[in-house]
């Protein structure tokens, strides 16, 4: 008796840590794909065995893998609605076989779910595997999709690289709601859902903010466009994210997650595509990616370096140059984790990036197509840097990350600026940011019903303008600007689960600024008659917020919102004055429902509507001299109603389709742009004469409609086919893509009421091949759309006929992986 009573003993004893190591957290990043592509990854990063009984079955397609779980959790997750099984065989092996049909089980109803349970999982086989949840990290709470209540878009990291890497362009061409100004790379300004100012890279901060993990990229520059490579996943929240965000985010966020370095998996991939562009010059790319384990302490260090030239398609016939604007890149960005042992991380990181664009990429609009005639070479250069330091600790359900960075971010501009019947005039314009940014905050993941956040942030930013005009021998200084802004910050935000299938948030932020600058460039009596406007002073916000998220039945969810966003005041320059601007304000109202669950059943679709007050609106507009200033044009309302629809039609064919309608009025304006408007008319024409036929784009009457917010297109709609397959033993992927983007208008104001948008954008990439090695096949613009993007050239030459933006013509891209 005594015998098999300790032979037992020993196998209990035994099997602890077997159950240990199955429950055991581990951090996995496997991406969906094919079964033989994934398998090597997940049995490496949970440190098991697994095997295939069945060779056919290598071809079976899986879902991705991302976060912390147990192996267990990771193979159910992996497998689900594979058609395969797992079977452990051992305490660390498993063995996947394929699924009996008559055992693969339907979901059933259920309320709506929490995070995965960390607790061991039984011995046994794994037919109907829980989903593959989307997790909306940009909650700072970890919230997954089906609680989270707002329109949260999650774009994959390799779908967005997949036909070629396009920076910011990538993001933009799979989403509606988004728009963006393109006078070119890293000179442009993004918008979301109809929160829009003006087309300048002026004083004015950014509607959206930009992120890079949990870095803020920037303030009151424009978006340094940063190339995509080695990408986890892209978060867009739209609408208002003051409470969680602060200043900046006016129309919602956009969160880039890189790769975090893996000390478990030593790895180089390299990327290399060269382009063809009907009508202008070829280019080329080249990338590649190193992760190295470093020691045995769980170190690693992950590199990334890239090179792009971008062929011009603009001819400058005035000056017998053809193809003008070719664009350089070049860049990288590298991070060190340090594991300091006891689930403390730390993550010391930098990033690079020069861009150049040999000339201006506008043509004229009484031009033939795709030139333009101009004296000068309208050159830019952009170098933007990073350095981070971020600290990281997991411990009893509680996450605590600090964050902090340094930020230089140099943009040089030149303009024509040439008058008529004279000599050759440019303007140059520089702007230099230096930014320095912590944020710490403690979180506890949504599970079980609660999650929240709270933190604290310190931002310190300084940005000076600086503009000289005239002939390239001897230019004149004018008048510049220096803004500079401390802020001060804590926030909270708690979502809990108060009833079954009822979720609700609320949060609060407090924000205090103490804002100063001056004048660059200014005469002594001037900047002493306005040293009261560039004095220091302070500006305090509260922001709050709250949602209420109900699921009635099975796959349908109803949700409401309202959040609000500001942006500081700042010193713009008129003539040769500084003059201060006030800080402007949004408020938004939010209802939407969802059917389905997004990426998990075969059929999910979204609809969303909000309302928005626009108080004091920040905008840049031309002043009596012709130059861009900036100042609070007034009030106005944005509805805006968005819809996307998804269906997976079968394991290999999906479709999706997106649409957004923006309804924006400019309702009131501040008496300043009045009399603007009034000498506007006044030089058209005077007392009861008729106004001119047809009605030149300058002429407006403030008592009359306003017309919409610039930037922004009343409609867009974005439709996408996704069909992938295998070809003996290689994956075969293609991707094909329209995009519609309706009217809109360049600015507010007498002389940028130019139209703009109404084109359609199309595309197709492919590719075959593996996980370590691939050959893809892109086309961009199949028709040879011309289109107008943007139709602002430049605001200082007196009498144009008006500029347009053409949309690069038809491109063709050939490119290799390899991965080792």
């Known amino acids: 008796m005594r015998r098999p009573l300790a032979l037992l003993a020993a ?6 840590p077997a159950i240990a190591a199955a429950s055991e957290q581990r951090a996995f990043d496997v991406p969906k794909g094919s079964l033989s592509n994934a398998l090597p990854l997940i049995s490496r990063q949970g440190g098991v065995s697994i095997s295939v009984a069945d060779a056919a079955l290598w071809q079976s397609r899986v879902r991705s893998v991302r976060g912390r779980m147990s192996v267990d959790e990771a193979i159910r997750r992996m497998l689900a609605d594979s058609g395969t099984r797992a079977v452990r065989v ?11 049909q008559a055992r693969v089980a339907r979901r059933a109803t259920s309320p709506p779910r929490t995070a995965p349970s960390s607790r061991p999982a039984a011995p046994v086989e794994t037919v109907a595997a829980p989903e593959d949840e989307i997790i909306v990290t940009a909650s700072k709470a970890d919230i997954p999709y089906a609680s989270f209540a707002g329109v949260a878009t999650v774009l994959d990291g390799d779908d967005l690289a997949f036909g070629g890497e396009r920076g910011m362009d990538s993001i933009l061409s799979r989403m509606a709601t988004l728009s963006s100004t ?19 890279t002026g004083p004015t901060q950014s509607t959206v903010g930009q992120y890079l993990g949990d870095i803020r990229l920037s303030y009151n520059a424009p978006d340094p466009d940063l190339r995509l490579y080695d990408v986890d996943n892209v978060e867009v929240l739209e609408g208002p994210q003051g409470t969680l965000y602060g200043a900046g985010s006016l129309g919602g966020i956009i969160r880039v997650v890189p790769n975090a370095p893996d000390a478990r998996d030593q790895s180089v991939q390299a990327i290399a595509g060269l382009s063809l562009t009907q009508h202008g010059d070829p280019g080329g790319d080249l990338g590649a990616i190193v992760n190295l384990p470093v020691g045995d302490g769980g170190h690693a260090l992950r590199l990334v370096g890239y090179m792009l030239s971008d062929g011009g398609y603009i001819d400058n016939p005035l000056l017998g140059q053809k193809d003008v604007n070719r664009t350089h890149i070049r860049g990288g960005r590298g991070t060190f984790r340090f594991d300091a042992g006891d689930n403390w991380t730390i993550d010391v990181g930098g990033v690079y990036q020069s861009t150049r664009s040999d000339d201006a990429q506008y043509a004229d609009k009484d031009a033939p197509p795709l030139e333009r005639n101009s004296l000068v070479e309208q050159n830019a250069k952009a170098k933007y840097g990073l350095g981070t330091v971020v600290v990281m600790k997991d411990w009893d359900g509680l996450r605590f990350q600090s964050s902090s960075a340094w930020v230089s971010h140099r943009l040089f501009e030149r303009f024509d600026a040439t008058r008529p019947d004279a000599p050759p005039r440019v303007l140059d314009q520089t702007n230099e ?24 942030s310190l931002l310190d930013n300084r940005t000076r303008q600086n503009r000289e005009i005239g002939n390239f021998a001897s230019p004149m200084a004018l008048t510049g600007v220096t803004n500079s802004i401390t802020e001060f910050t804590g926030y909270a935000e708690a979502t809990a689960e108060v009833m079954p299938r009822l979720i609700a948030s609320a949060g609060l932020r407090l924000s205090h600024a103490r804002l100063g600058g001056g004048g660059e460039d200014v005469a002594l009596d001037v900047a002493f008659a306005g040293r009261a406007v560039t004095a220091h002073r302070n500006e305090t916000d509260l922001l709050p917020s709250a949602s209420l998220l109900w699921a009635p039945v099975e796959d ?16 713009a320059v008129e003539s040769n004055f500084v003059r201060r601007f006030r800080n402007d304000q949004t408020r938004t109202i939010e209802g939407g429902i969802r059917f389905g669950r997004k990426g998990e059943t075969p059929f999910d ?24 200033t900036t100042a609070n044009i007034g009030d106005g309302r944005i509805t805006s109603i968005t819809g996307a629809i998804a269906v997976r039609a079968t394991r290999e064919l999906s479709f999706e389709l997106g649409a957004v309608y923006n309804h924006s009025r400019v309702d009131r304006l501040a008496p300043a742009i009045v009399e603007i408007f009034r000498a506007a008319n006044a030089a058209v024409g005077s007392g009861n004469a008729p106004p001119p036929s047809p009605l030149p784009p300058f002429y407006y009457s403030p008592e009359d409609r306003l017309g919409r917010i610039p930037n922004v297109a009343s409609h867009a709609i974005r439709g996408s086919i996704n069909y992938a397959t295998f070809i003996g033993d290689e994956e075969f992927r293609a991707n094909g893509w329209a995009n519609y983007v309706g009217p ?68 063709l891209r050939i490119a290799v992986d390899v991965a080792y």
């Open 11 to 16: 196998s209990a004893m035994l099997s602890v």
């Open 90 to 100: 051992s305490a660390t092996s498993w063995r996947i076989e394929r699924a009996p």
């Open 182 to 200: 393109h006078l070119g790379s890293g000179r442009n300004k993004l918008f979301i859902r109809g929160i829009a100012d003006s087309s300048f």
């Open 433 to 456: 940011t230096r930014m320095i940014v912590n944020e710490t905050r403690l979180s506890r993941p949504f599970h079980n019903g609660l999650g929240w956040v709270a933190g604290i």
């Open 556 to 571: 349908i969810t109803l949700y409401a919102r309202y959040q609000e966003g500001f942006r500081p005041g700042g010193l």
């Open 605 to 628: 679709a979204s609809l969303s509507v909000s309302h928005t007050r626009w108080r004091d609106i920040q905008a840049d507009f031309i002043d009596a001299d012709g130059f861009p």
């Open 744 to 811: 809109s208008r360049l600015g507010i104001g007498p002389i940028l009421g130019e139209g703009q948008g109404d084109y359609v954008d199309t595309g197709l990439a492919m590719r075959i091949g593996d996980r370590r090695r691939g050959l893809s096949l892109t086309l961009t613009n199949l028709f040879d759309a011309r289109g107008n993007r943007f139709a602002l050239g430049t605001p200082f030459v007196e009498g144009s006929a008006g500029y347009l933006t053409p949309l690069r013509p038809r491109t």
